[in-house]
């Protein structure tokens, strides 16, 4: 089962973290701290596993972005490690060519679309066009409604409702 | 501006917010502009105007993002909890969103969240259906276990459920089960999610680990689904990758679903029926094959893939390895199914066992053995953990040996700690008696440059392997020293410790112990644990060197002193200990020695420890005989055998890689473990001063010409104390410390107890019984009385008292036994002592003059009323000792009643309920001969010939 995972840039910066289980805030704070610097300060070339504390963290990065899960001891390495490329698949299908900006412009979606993906910290769907089509699908319920939003939206930011 | 995604509806005052923060150009200007816009969502959210479904779900969203960028949130969750009321689907999600994230389960507004759940989980859009369950899942908190534990699973199995709510029911039930494991029945619906296992292909995943989870916690239920998982097994790795489509990844036929398989078949044995193992035989036989062939594509997707189904199925070739069995291969099983209804017994399947070759086992080994040196750093390090697993195994451990030297390449020239880790550990699990000195030795040339997070624990494992291979002593003490030289501050102290232990249990060790820490220490810096190590062997074999005039009594002294001063407080009272043994070993240093314990800078010290030490050791070197010293600090006596300190530290550390390899790790041993009771180790340092605290310098001078010497070890010895004092610790051992304080009234006694528990954790069911032994029933010699209970726990650190109350109703010999049991950490502990209960604490001395002395000894003169011996003095005839020594047995010594001065006389009366038994005695020394002649008359024959023996 895998118990989290963080999406963050080479700065540190976390775009996107999801707990699979009940851990407290601050906690998790600490979590993010110490995982953070230390995939960070790991050379390329280096593997993608990590023994730490009673987890194995399985990382890997793409571009600015470095996308990072933790397992159990008795879990799977390489899938995990799939688990992850799947996952950026997805996104990359979905927003067209992804980067850093689009998860941080939707960071909404990126959760949406990791639920469709990934539950309770198993997967949900391994196939990418049945997670796509979930997604879209939702997708398609919000554009019912998009027009009278967007006007009502532009004329708010102004002031002028 | 970045491209905002022209799919779902933007919120543009959203992504205007978003650019904003990080258009700032500094962490200030950032929490400015946070603060100014929750400045701005609360006075929305306070305001008048009711605020429009929209706009709720852009505040909301917006709190969400400052919430991510790690600010606190402490407003806005009731606008979120509203958002799920929406009929619109985006309002809802952002809703469902903001709780999943932001709500902790202990919130207020749980009620009406899981209110809302109810109703989207009876809604007829399977989309609204789907946004509860993943919330339920999301959330997870036992408020929701109980909530939705009954609705979920029938979701499960609902005949209207689409797939996409099946598949997420199933993973939502997961998570319930996790959370609340008795709050569900299994049973019930095991059938009907067992046979999800033969449904359409596309939600299996979920549904397998929902099994997978269902089993561990009731595998009774679930056994059912172990053929059905083999027959789904079998059909995906015979696809060809174009069958599955969808579920095809990068050519690898839905690798996700076979690794769920496979785990879920290592939750069970093999299966029994022929045809379903054969079929699981011919699976793992066709992983393996695949593994052989060429990949179909370059890209590291698709051998990842590949590789992640194959060492799932060596974990589940391991696992039926573990349970004894060995896996037939295929040419073989084909044969024996078909004489299967006659030949099943287990005697021929391990038969052709023997017979098969390759195996399974070895096969999944030379698979790994070529991972050892792939180029992808990812599989060297899977292979190596592999391994360890298979080093276990006695049928694939020679298989993984012959990697050794591969291995050893790996801990020198790997770049990532992480792999090398792993080599050490692979190390440590295939080392054995051929190989432990290479491997030692590799190791303890890696830990020179090792890193620092890794240190400690591979010299717990040098340490472990040194004295699990050891051959012979020289070796180990070696090794253990280089590990000290190049690694002391990784050093713990179960390491020292054990070194010590093992030379005091090793006679053939003891000389070379001694003449190489001499040779270490004279290094000139040498680290602290090294001064420790010396300090201790050489005060107890110093003597085994110093013949040799390079390492005189002074030269050695003088070198372990130059060392004093810069070490911590624990060692100098090591030390200190070493230097009273000194004085006792080599006369000669005594006054250098002396000289040092009683200069100020220890006599006068800070530290407390050190200044009684000081204190007590310049005493004993100055007021006691010679003889004396010998006793009292003679070599230490054997330890108790038992499993080794580190590697119970080890397992600490490390739980699951020390099961795989350490069976029959103790040390070779003439030993017997007659001393079980004796104080462990750990705490040797401090039952080394006790054995001082304990004696108080004037019994000490008494006693000590019939000091029982030699073998009786230190037990035999504290409890003989115990007939002339009436307190003291009675027993220790690392967990437990029991002191006892006793009173004594004519026939009453009063035995107080105080029970000390040593460690960190509470010790349970505790117990503490008294019996006499050899007692009849019916006429107990003593009455027993508690006035309460013992508690039945201690908590880590406290003491409790226990006060028993006894009454001598006739004579007895020996002493009442307490027999303690108790739990530490589960595991029960039994103690019996005997408690300091003796026929001369009853007695009371009766002064008399010459007269009156003579005319009852002369009453006494039967032949059964009198008892004499006559023993060698083992210490310089003392008068005046003995004399003390009297009074504090009990009698009265009288004086000027015998003739001759040299003699001592004592009378005194053993009260009981039931009688008084006077007791007369007479002790005659000759100093020529170095001998007693002890005699002793009671009206009680018995009782003359008892105090006869305890005296002598």
Redesign the interface.
Same mark, same amino acid.
């Given at each position: 089962m895998m118990k989290f995972m963080l999406l963050f840039s080479r700065q540190g910066k976390?775009r996107?973290?999801k707990w699979f289980?009940?851990i407290g805030d601050k906690e998790r704070?600490k979590i993010i701290r110490e995982l953070v610097s230390m995939v960070l300060s790991r050379?390329p070339?280096?593997?993608?596993?990590?023994?730490w504390k009673d987890y194995k963290v399985v990382y890997k990065r793409y571009a600015s972005l470095f996308f990072c899960c933790a397992i159990e001891?008795?879990d799977?390495?390489? =899938?995990a490690? @799939?688990c992850i490329?799947?996952f950026v698949e997805i996104l990359d299908k979905?927003?067209g060519s992804v980067c850093e &900006?689009?998860i941080?412009?939707?960071?909404?979606?990126a959760?949406?679309i990791l639920?469709e993906f990934l =539950?309770?910290? @198993?997967?949900?769907?391994?196939?990418?066009?049945?997670v796509l089509r979930?997604v879209?699908?939702?997708?398609s &319920?919000?554009?019912e409604?998009?027009e009278a939003?967007?006007t009502?939206?532009?004329l708010?930011?102004f002031g002028l409702s | 501006m970045p491209t905002v995604s022209s799919r779902g509806d933007a919120m543009r005052g959203l992504a205007v917010f978003i650019s904003d923060i990080r258009n700032c150009k500094s962490k200030e200007a950032e929490s400015k502009r946070i603060n100014k816009e929750l400045a701005n969502i609360r006075s929305k959210f306070k305001g008048d105007k009711t605020l429009d479904g929209y706009s709720k779900k852009k505040y909301v969203c917006k709190l969400l993002f400052i919430f991510l960028l790690g600010h606190d949130i402490d407003f806005g969750h009731m606008e979120a909890v509203n958002l799920l009321s929406s009929n619109k689907y985006t309002e809802k999600q952002i809703g469902y969103l903001f709780i999943s994230v932001l709500v902790s389960s202990n919130s207020d507004l749980m009620k009406l969240i899981i209110q809302n759940i109810k109703n989207d989980i009876s809604s007829p859009k399977p989309v609204h259906v789907n946004l509860a369950l993943h919330c339920i899942a999301n959330i997870g908190s036992v408020e929701m276990s109980e909530a939705f534990g009954q609705e979920v699973p029938k979701l499960l199995v609902s005949a209207h459920a689409s797939a996409s709510v099946k598949q997420s029911a199933a993973l939502c039930l997961l998570r319930l089960i996790r959370t609340l494991p008795e709050a569900m029945t299994y049973a019930e619906w095991a059938s009907r999610v067992i046979h999800l296992l033969n449904d359409q292909h596309m939600w299996l995943t979920a549904a397998t680990s929902l099994i997978h989870t269902l089993s561990q916690l009731s595998p009774g239920d679930y056994k059912g689904c172990v053929s059905l998982a083999v027959s789904r097994l079998s059909r995906i790795v015979t696809s060809t990758y174009t069958d599955l489509q969808d579920y095809t990844y990068y050519f690898v036929p839905a690798p996700w679903l076979s690794v769920k398989l496979l785990r879920l078949l290592q939750c069970y044995p093999v299966p029994e029926e022929p045809a379903v193992r054969g079929r699981l035989v011919e699976c793992l036989e066709t992983i393996l094959n695949k593994c052989q062939e060429p990949p179909k594509s370059k890209k590291v997707q698709h051998s990842n893939s590949k590789n992640a189904v194959l060492f799932e199925a060596i974990n589940l070739i391991i696992h039926i390895d573990s349970l004894g069995l060995v896996l037939i291969p295929q040419p073989f099983w084909r044969q024996v199914d078909l004489m299967l209804p006659i030949l099943l017994t287990s005697e021929f399947i391990i038969f052709l066992c023997v017979l098969s070759e390759p195996n399974l086992l070895v096969r999944a080994c030379n698979q790994l053995g070529q991972f050892l040196q792939h180029r992808e750093t990812n599989l060297r390090y899977l292979a190596l953990e592999s391994m360890c697993l298979l080093a276990g195994s006695e049928f694939s451990a020679d298989a993984v040996k012959k990697h050794r030297e591969t291995v050893i390449n790996a801990l020198k020239t790997e770049r990532d700690v992480s792999v090398r880790q792993r080599a050490v550990d692979l190390l440590y699990a295939m080392c054995d008696k051929t190989n432990s000195e290479e491997i030692v030795a590799e190791m303890l040339a890696y830990l020179k440059k090792a890193d620092y997070a890794i240190r400690e624990e591979m010299v717990l494992k040098v340490a472990i392997l040194s004295e699990k291979y050891a051959s012979d002593y020289t070796w180990y003490v070696d090794t253990i020293l280089k590990l000290i030289r190049v690694a002391g501050d990784y050093v713990s102290e179960e390491v020292w410790h054990r070194v010590i232990q093992i030379v005091i249990n090793r006679d053939d060790a003891q000389g070379y112990a001694a003449k190489t820490v001499f040779e270490n220490l004279q290094a000139p810096a040498c680290h602290e644990n090294m001064v420790k190590v010396g300090g201790y062997i050489l005060g107890e074999f110093g003597n085994l060197i110093a013949g040799d005039e390079r390492s005189s009594p002074l030269v050695q002294f003088n070198l372990l002193h130059s060392k004093f001063h810069l070490c911590t407080p624990s060692t100098r009272a090591l030390l200190l200990s070493t230097y009273i043994k000194f004085i006792n070993l080599f006369p000669e240093i005594k006054p250098t020695i002396q000289n040092v314990l009683q200069n100020n800078n220890q006599l006068r010290n800070a530290d407390v420890e050190l200044q009684q030490r000081a204190l007590e050791y310049s005493q004993l070197s100055s007021i006691t005989s010679q003889d004396v010293l010998a006793t009292v600090l003679e070599e230490m006596p054997p330890f108790p055998e038992r499993e080794s300190s580190i590697l119970a530290k080890l397992k600490k550390k490390k739980p699951a890689s020390v099961q795989v390899s350490l069976v029959g790790c103790f040390i070779p041993s003439t030993e017997s473990t007659e001393h079980a009771n004796r104080p462990t180790y750990s705490t040797i340092a401090c039952s080394f001063l006790l054995r001082f605290k304990l004696i108080h310098f004037k019994n000490l001078l008494i006693f000590a010409d019939t000091i029982p010497t030699g073998s009786k070890g230190m037990r035999g010895l504290e409890f003989f104390l115990f007939m002339f004092k009436n307190s003291g610790v009675l027993f220790e051992n690392a967990l437990i410390q029991v002191g006892v304080k006793c009173e004594f009234k004519e026939q009453y006694g009063r035995v107080g107890l105080f029970f000390g528990n040593k460690t960190g954790n509470q010790l349970q069911n505790f117990a503490a019984a008294v019996s006499l032994a050899q007692t009849n029933p019916h006429n107990p010699q003593i009455n027993v009385a508690t006035q309460k209970e013992p508690p039945s726990q201690i908590d880590g650190g406290a003491q409790v008292q226990h006060f028993i109350n006894l009454e001598c109703i006739s004579m007895f010999s020996g002493s009442p036994n307490l027999q303690l049991r108790y739990q530490h950490s589960s595991a029960p502990q039994q103690v019996t002592l005997k408690l300091p209960v003796i026929i001369n604490k009853f007695m009371e001395g009766v002064d008399m003059n010459s007269g009156d002395f003579f005319s009852r000894w002369k009453q006494l003169g039967q032949p059964t009323q009198e008892t004499q011996k006559i023993f060698q003095a083992r210490h310089p005839i003392d008068t005046e000792a003995a004399r003390t020594k009297l009074t504090g047995f009990g009698m009265c010594a009288l004086t000027n009643v015998d003739p001759n001065p040299e003699n001592l006389v004592g009378s005194g009366i053993i009260k009981t309920k039931t009688s008084q038994i006077g007791c007369l005695l007479r002790l005659e020394p000759n100093k020529q001969a170095k001998m007693y002649r002890l005699t002793v008359r009671s009206s009680v024959g018995e009782a003359a010939a008892l105090i006869c023996s305890m005296l002598e």
């Amino acid at each position: 089962m895998m118990k989290f995972m963080l999406l963050f840039s080479r700065q540190g910066k976390v775009r996107l973290q999801k707990w699979f289980n009940a851990i407290g805030d601050k906690e998790r704070k600490k979590i993010i701290r110490e995982l953070v610097s230390m995939v960070l300060s790991r050379r390329p070339k280096m593997c993608n596993f990590l023994d730490w504390k009673d987890y194995k963290v399985v990382y890997k990065r793409y571009a600015s972005l470095f996308f990072c899960c933790a397992i159990e001891e008795s879990d799977n390495e390489l =899938l995990a490690l @799939e688990c992850i490329h799947r996952f950026v698949e997805i996104l990359d299908k979905y927003f067209g060519s992804v980067c850093e &900006l689009d998860i941080i412009f939707n960071f909404e979606k990126a959760y949406f679309i990791l639920d469709e993906f990934l =539950l309770a910290g @198993e997967i949900q769907e391994s196939s990418k066009n049945k997670v796509l089509r979930a997604v879209e699908n939702s997708d398609s &319920l919000q554009e019912e409604n998009q027009e009278a939003e967007a006007t009502r939206s532009i004329l708010e930011e102004f002031g002028l409702s | 501006m970045p491209t905002v995604s022209s799919r779902g509806d933007a919120m543009r005052g959203l992504a205007v917010f978003i650019s904003d923060i990080r258009n700032c150009k500094s962490k200030e200007a950032e929490s400015k502009r946070i603060n100014k816009e929750l400045a701005n969502i609360r006075s929305k959210f306070k305001g008048d105007k009711t605020l429009d479904g929209y706009s709720k779900k852009k505040y909301v969203c917006k709190l969400l993002f400052i919430f991510l960028l790690g600010h606190d949130i402490d407003f806005g969750h009731m606008e979120a909890v509203n958002l799920l009321s929406s009929n619109k689907y985006t309002e809802k999600q952002i809703g469902y969103l903001f709780i999943s994230v932001l709500v902790s389960s202990n919130s207020d507004l749980m009620k009406l969240i899981i209110q809302n759940i109810k109703n989207d989980i009876s809604s007829p859009k399977p989309v609204h259906v789907n946004l509860a369950l993943h919330c339920i899942a999301n959330i997870g908190s036992v408020e929701m276990s109980e909530a939705f534990g009954q609705e979920v699973p029938k979701l499960l199995v609902s005949a209207h459920a689409s797939a996409s709510v099946k598949q997420s029911a199933a993973l939502c039930l997961l998570r319930l089960i996790r959370t609340l494991p008795e709050a569900m029945t299994y049973a019930e619906w095991a059938s009907r999610v067992i046979h999800l296992l033969n449904d359409q292909h596309m939600w299996l995943t979920a549904a397998t680990s929902l099994i997978h989870t269902l089993s561990q916690l009731s595998p009774g239920d679930y056994k059912g689904c172990v053929s059905l998982a083999v027959s789904r097994l079998s059909r995906i790795v015979t696809s060809t990758y174009t069958d599955l489509q969808d579920y095809t990844y990068y050519f690898v036929p839905a690798p996700w679903l076979s690794v769920k398989l496979l785990r879920l078949l290592q939750c069970y044995p093999v299966p029994e029926e022929p045809a379903v193992r054969g079929r699981l035989v011919e699976c793992l036989e066709t992983i393996l094959n695949k593994c052989q062939e060429p990949p179909k594509s370059k890209k590291v997707q698709h051998s990842n893939s590949k590789n992640a189904v194959l060492f799932e199925a060596i974990n589940l070739i391991i696992h039926i390895d573990s349970l004894g069995l060995v896996l037939i291969p295929q040419p073989f099983w084909r044969q024996v199914d078909l004489m299967l209804p006659i030949l099943l017994t287990s005697e021929f399947i391990i038969f052709l066992c023997v017979l098969s070759e390759p195996n399974l086992l070895v096969r999944a080994c030379n698979q790994l053995g070529q991972f050892l040196q792939h180029r992808e750093t990812n599989l060297r390090y899977l292979a190596l953990e592999s391994m360890c697993l298979l080093a276990g195994s006695e049928f694939s451990a020679d298989a993984v040996k012959k990697h050794r030297e591969t291995v050893i390449n790996a801990l020198k020239t790997e770049r990532d700690v992480s792999v090398r880790q792993r080599a050490v550990d692979l190390l440590y699990a295939m080392c054995d008696k051929t190989n432990s000195e290479e491997i030692v030795a590799e190791m303890l040339a890696y830990l020179k440059k090792a890193d620092y997070a890794i240190r400690e624990e591979m010299v717990l494992k040098v340490a472990i392997l040194s004295e699990k291979y050891a051959s012979d002593y020289t070796w180990y003490v070696d090794t253990i020293l280089k590990l000290i030289r190049v690694a002391g501050d990784y050093v713990s102290e179960e390491v020292w410790h054990r070194v010590i232990q093992i030379v005091i249990n090793r006679d053939d060790a003891q000389g070379y112990a001694a003449k190489t820490v001499f040779e270490n220490l004279q290094a000139p810096a040498c680290h602290e644990n090294m001064v420790k190590v010396g300090g201790y062997i050489l005060g107890e074999f110093g003597n085994l060197i110093a013949g040799d005039e390079r390492s005189s009594p002074l030269v050695q002294f003088n070198l372990l002193h130059s060392k004093f001063h810069l070490c911590t407080p624990s060692t100098r009272a090591l030390l200190l200990s070493t230097y009273i043994k000194f004085i006792n070993l080599f006369p000669e240093i005594k006054p250098t020695i002396q000289n040092v314990l009683q200069n100020n800078n220890q006599l006068r010290n800070a530290d407390v420890e050190l200044q009684q030490r000081a204190l007590e050791y310049s005493q004993l070197s100055s007021i006691t005989s010679q003889d004396v010293l010998a006793t009292v600090l003679e070599e230490m006596p054997p330890f108790p055998e038992r499993e080794s300190s580190i590697l119970a530290k080890l397992k600490k550390k490390k739980p699951a890689s020390v099961q795989v390899s350490l069976v029959g790790c103790f040390i070779p041993s003439t030993e017997s473990t007659e001393h079980a009771n004796r104080p462990t180790y750990s705490t040797i340092a401090c039952s080394f001063l006790l054995r001082f605290k304990l004696i108080h310098f004037k019994n000490l001078l008494i006693f000590a010409d019939t000091i029982p010497t030699g073998s009786k070890g230190m037990r035999g010895l504290e409890f003989f104390l115990f007939m002339f004092k009436n307190s003291g610790v009675l027993f220790e051992n690392a967990l437990i410390q029991v002191g006892v304080k006793c009173e004594f009234k004519e026939q009453y006694g009063r035995v107080g107890l105080f029970f000390g528990n040593k460690t960190g954790n509470q010790l349970q069911n505790f117990a503490a019984a008294v019996s006499l032994a050899q007692t009849n029933p019916h006429n107990p010699q003593i009455n027993v009385a508690t006035q309460k209970e013992p508690p039945s726990q201690i908590d880590g650190g406290a003491q409790v008292q226990h006060f028993i109350n006894l009454e001598c109703i006739s004579m007895f010999s020996g002493s009442p036994n307490l027999q303690l049991r108790y739990q530490h950490s589960s595991a029960p502990q039994q103690v019996t002592l005997k408690l300091p209960v003796i026929i001369n604490k009853f007695m009371e001395g009766v002064d008399m003059n010459s007269g009156d002395f003579f005319s009852r000894w002369k009453q006494l003169g039967q032949p059964t009323q009198e008892t004499q011996k006559i023993f060698q003095a083992r210490h310089p005839i003392d008068t005046e000792a003995a004399r003390t020594k009297l009074t504090g047995f009990g009698m009265c010594a009288l004086t000027n009643v015998d003739p001759n001065p040299e003699n001592l006389v004592g009378s005194g009366i053993i009260k009981t309920k039931t009688s008084q038994i006077g007791c007369l005695l007479r002790l005659e020394p000759n100093k020529q001969a170095k001998m007693y002649r002890l005699t002793v008359r009671s009206s009680v024959g018995e009782a003359a010939a008892l105090i006869c023996s305890m005296l002598e």
